[in-house]
């Protein structure tokens, strides 16, 4: 009889996920921990039947031609796909399944944080106690931006962009959002829609980026639009540093156009634009928005329901990727 199908994980995962990884599967984890290249990953996968990857692993039309004919599926431990070439591996007949829903409120948290951190000044304040320059409190010191009652434009408002209106209610912050299509109003709430997201810069005294990296989203935020945000404007993004033009962002953070951002992800991550490192008015964290315990254990288990479905029952997987 045939043994378990065969799943090479280009990472390590949380216990519980490499666990049930290895009670269903024959497993093999990267032993490197860190990305297999394309000709690397390729001689890898050779008499495996999925590749579980993360976010970030270029899965690119290049590396997906070379794989082995044993490959029939890429399950990734992320939401975000676009580093997955959806359209060659449908050419293969390989399936892709993705992570959604169960990283939604940690994301959504860390987009809050990323807006209060760059709003409350936080990384400057942290700093200054760290490096004993706390010499006290003036009525001056560390003054940042209000948030209640404040405007937040969200670009993209899928399912974090919906729960980080949720959050941003709490601030009684006014939600204006930029999306494909219209939300219905139950899902809406009174948060004002702009069919054409250039319209809504203007109205922004927040600007937080939910959207997917997409050909249409690649540096959308560039310093034209950046110039249309009011001026002492915040700008947040917890989706993919690409959307954003860096060197436009750095130079507006520079002028003091904008106050401040708050950014969890970087184009080239790990390796950031240099202009970011000197930015006082940056609040920088290193791509946590889905960094909880519970959070990566579900994305473990739900990249295991797609592996399952499809490899152990032949069934579609729950959680299928089309190309677009
Ligand atoms: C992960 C992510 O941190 O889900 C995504 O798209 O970017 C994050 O949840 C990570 O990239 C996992 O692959």
Same mark, same amino acid.
């Given at each position: 009889?045939?043994?378990?199908?065969?799943?090479?994980?280009?990472?390590h995962?949380?216990?519980?996920?490499?666990?049930?990884?290895?009670?269903?599967?024959?497993?093999?984890?990267?032993?490197?921990?860190?990305?297999?290249d394309?000709?690397?990953?390729?001689?890898?996968?050779?008499?495996?039947?999925?590749?579980?990857?993360?976010?970030?692993?270029?899965?690119?039309?290049?590396?997906?031609?070379?794989?082995?004919?044993?490959?029939?599926?890429?399950?990734?431990?992320?939401?975000?796909?676009?580093?997955?070439?959806?359209?060659?591996a449908?050419?293969?007949?390989?399936?892709?399944?993705?992570?959604?829903?169960?990283?939604?409120d940690?994301?959504?948290?860390?987009?809050?944080?990323?807006?209060?951190?760059?709003?409350?000044?936080?990384?400057?304040?942290?700093?200054?106690?760290?490096?004993?320059k706390?010499?006290?409190?003036?009525?001056?010191?560390?003054?940042?931006?209000? %948030?209640?009652?404040? $405007?937040?434009?969200? #670009?993209?408002? @899928?399912? &974090?962009?919906?729960? /980080? !209106?949720?959050?941003?209610?709490?601030?009684?912050?006014?939600?204006?959002y930029?999306?494909?299509?219209?939300?219905?109003?139950?899902?809406?709430?009174?948060?004002?829609?702009?069919?054409?997201?250039?319209?809504?810069?203007?109205?922004?005294d927040?600007l937080?980026?939910?959207?997917?990296?997409?050909?249409?989203?690649?540096?959308? %935020?560039?310093?034209? $639009?950046?110039?249309? #945000?009011?001026? @002492?404007? &915040?700008?947040?993004? /917890? !989706?993919?540093?690409?959307?954003?033009?860096?060197?436009a962002?750095?130079?507006?953070?520079?002028?003091?156009?904008?106050?401040?951002a708050?950014l969890?992800?970087?184009?080239?991550?790990?390796?950031?634009?240099?202009?970011?490192?000197?930015?006082?008015?940056?609040?920088?964290?290193?791509?946590?928005?889905?960094?909880?315990?519970?959070?990566?254990?579900?994305?473990?288990?739900?990249?295991?329901?797609?592996?399952?479905?499809?490899?152990?029952?032949g069934?579609?997987?729950?959680?299928?990727?089309?190309?677009?």
């Amino acid at each position: 009889s045939k043994g378990k199908p065969r799943v090479l994980a280009t990472r390590h995962f949380p216990p519980d996920v490499e666990a049930r990884l290895a009670a269903n599967f024959d497993a093999q984890l990267n032993p490197e921990d860190r990305l297999y290249d394309g000709p690397a990953l390729a001689r890898a996968a050779d008499g495996f039947d999925a590749i579980m990857c993360a976010a970030g692993d270029a899965l690119n039309a290049a590396t997906i031609a070379t794989l082995p004919a044993s490959v029939r599926m890429i399950a990734t431990f992320s939401v975000g796909y676009e580093h997955v070439d959806v359209a060659a591996a449908a050419k293969r007949n390989i399936v892709v399944s993705n992570t959604p829903d169960v990283l939604t409120d940690a994301t959504a948290d860390i987009t809050l944080l990323c807006l209060l951190g760059a709003a409350r000044r936080a990384h400057e304040g942290a700093s200054m106690l760290r490096a004993h320059k706390w010499v006290g409190w003036t009525p001056t010191q560390l003054m940042g931006t209000h %948030v209640t009652g404040k $405007r937040l434009g969200i #670009l993209g408002m @899928g399912r &974090i962009g919906q729960a /980080t !209106a949720d959050r941003a209610r709490a601030f009684r912050m006014q939600i204006h959002y930029s999306n494909r299509s219209r939300l219905a109003p139950d899902l809406e709430k009174g948060a004002v829609f702009h069919a054409n997201a250039d319209d809504m810069l203007p109205h922004c005294d927040f600007l937080s980026i939910n959207a997917p990296m997409t050909p249409a989203t690649a540096k959308w %935020v560039n310093a034209e $639009r950046i110039a249309k #945000l009011p001026k @002492g404007a &915040i700008v947040v993004n /917890t !989706a993919r540093g690409g959307v954003v033009d860096d060197e436009a962002l750095i130079a507006a953070l520079r002028s003091g156009h904008l106050a401040s951002a708050g950014l969890d992800v970087f184009d080239g991550e790990p390796r950031i634009h240099q202009g970011y490192y000197d930015l006082e008015n940056a609040f920088l964290l290193p791509h946590m928005g889905s960094a909880t315990v519970e959070t990566r254990n579900a994305m473990g288990f739900k990249a295991l329901d797609n592996l399952e479905a499809f490899l152990l029952r032949g069934q579609s997987p729950p959680d299928l990727v089309k190309a677009s």
